[in-house]
């Protein structure tokens, strides 16, 4: 079955670590990517895309994601956390052309200050 | 800004009421969704409507229901509550050719005793 997922299901850092998490997808073809953020007591938001050209995409808040076809991933990555990104964050994916996204079940994230 | 309201934050309904959540947008999408979020299992979508009138199932419409009479509204409807539909619930719209770039309510909490 085709899905998307998110091997990480809680994530706990300190202030200035480094991020990095992990999705996976198993779509054939062209696809569309997503990472959505969900923080404490708000709207789910997305926070950066994929669709085509550069692999690497840079989204709000200093967050990027790089695309690797050949490993069906898109992983998601920060070089230096602060305790405001404690959130949700939810990896997804669009089949080109597809009237609907689907997404994986999610990683939460921790920061201790 | 794009604003998705609904309805209620929390709701607590009974086993075997008729439950009606309710949603709006104000930015004219054609799109509309309704998601249930449950710990570990991330988003899975329940229903959407492309259009006024225009219903497509998503990956779990059973026990639900949806109805879009008017372009800005979209509710989801349970004919009889049941204690596995305890959930946060999720409304999202989209532009019609941008179906990736959703835009969330704030979410209904429902419990069901």
């Known amino acids: 079955a085709q899905s998307v997922s998110q091997h990480n299901h809680h994530v706990i850092l300190s202030e200035a670590a480094s991020l990095e998490l992990g999705c996976n997808y198993s779509y054939g073809g062209t696809v569309n990517l997503f990472w959505y953020v969900q923080y404490p007591g708000q709207h789910l938001q997305l926070l950066l895309k994929y669709f085509s050209g550069d692999p690497l995409v840079k989204g709000i808040k200093g967050f990027e994601a790089e695309f690797i076809k050949s490993k069906f991933s898109f992983n998601l990555r920060k070089p230096s956390v602060q305790w405001s990104d404690t959130a949700e964050y939810f990896c997804?994916?669009?089949?080109?052309?597809?009237?609907?996204?689907?997404f994986g079940s999610g990683t939460r994230l921790s920061i201790r200050p | 800004d794009v604003k998705v309201t609904q309805s209620s934050r929390y709701l607590v309904k009974r086993t075997g009421e008729k439950v009606f959540l309710e949603c709006v947008q104000d930015m004219d999408h054609e799109n509309m969704f309704w998601y249930r979020q449950d710990p570990g299992l991330g988003l899975r979508l329940i229903y959407f409507s492309y259009d006024v009138k225009m219903k497509e199932k998503g990956d779990i419409p059973e026990g639900y229901s949806v109805s879009r009479e008017k372009k800005e509204r979209f509710s989801l409807i349970l004919e009889s509550a049941s204690t596995n539909q305890t959930s946060m619930y999720l409304c999202?719209?989209?532009?019609?050719?941008?179906?990736?770039?959703?835009?969330f309510g704030p979410g209904t909490r429902l419990t069901v005793t």
């Open positions: 999202a719209s989209s532009v019609r050719d941008r179906t990736y770039e959703q835009y």
């Open positions: 997804a994916v669009n089949k080109y052309s597809a009237s609907k996204i689907i």
